[in-house]
């Protein structure tokens, strides 16, 4: 069964802090992606990731940072948190498509964080 | 941005009956996929419709594609308590990106469906 993992659902952190958010896709795919979800505004794209060591921006991507060494793991950083970045983070990834496809996207269950 | 756009918002149900969501998308689009989140959990993959089909099933769902309307519906017929959970309609972001994956996702339509 396929899987992407997210490190922690649940994450408290404090004002400042420096803070990693890990995601795993043990499904060889070579595109993962950053998404928050916050109420009423739906989920935004923070970052994404096409290939090792490449990164694109995404809507949201101020105050965030991410870092992609391996093909299973990609992971965002929020370099000093703050309290308006209390969220639901949502790790995806997906295989590129050939031809004229949309490919799917396979969803962590997500990691809420609090900054106090 | 948010290209897709659900409604209703929330839609509250009875067991057996059928429920309709519809999405509201701005720009020409290849295709269209359909999500479903329970509560705090990921999303997970329905169905993708093409811009050259009007319709398709999957099991109890049906998803229809209106491009001249810039709108799609997908209903779920003789709804389980089960099917209770949020979902949302998702586009390609841009051409350059359909073949990644990037997809901007409407904000989504809350289905409760009672016992």
């Known amino acids: 069964d396929v899987k992407v993992t997210q490190s922690s659902r649940y994450l408290v952190k404090r004002t400042g802090e420096k803070v990693f958010l890990e995601c795993v896709q043990d499904m060889d795919h070579e595109n993962m992606f950053w998404y928050r979800q916050d109420p009423g505004l739906g989920l935004r794209l923070i970052y994404f990731?096409?290939?090792?060591?490449?990164?694109e921006k995404g809507d949201i991507p101020e105050g965030y940072s991410v870092s992609r060494e391996k093909k299973e793991r990609f992971s965002l950083i929020l370099e000093s948190a703050s309290t308006n970045q209390t969220s639901m983070y949502l790790c995806?990834?997906?295989?590129?498509?050939?031809?004229?496809?949309?490919?799917?996207?396979?969803f962590g269950d997500g990691t809420r964080l609090s900054i106090l | 941005s948010q290209q897709g756009e659900e409604d209703p918002q929330a839609l509250s149900i009875q067991e057996g009956e059928n429920a309709t969501m519809n999405c509201s998308y701005k720009t020409s689009i290849n295709n269209l996929q359909w999500y479903r989140q329970n509560s705090g959990r990921g999303l997970v993959h329905l169905i993708l419709?093409?811009?050259?089909?009007r319709e398709k099933h999957s099991g109890r769902l049906r998803v229809t594609l209106d491009t001249s309307k810039k709108s799609s519906s997908l209903l779920i017929t003789a709804s389980r308590a089960a099917d209770t959970a949020s979902y949302f309609c998702a586009t390609p972001r841009d051409a350059g990106g359909t073949s990644y994956g990037k997809l901007t996702f409407g904000q989504g339509t809350i289905l409760t469906v009672h016992p």
């Open positions: 990731s096409y290939d090792v060591k490449m990164k």
């Open positions: 995806a990834s997906s295989l590129s498509a050939l031809n004229w496809g949309s490919p799917d996207l396979f």
């Open positions: 419709i093409r811009s050259n089909e």
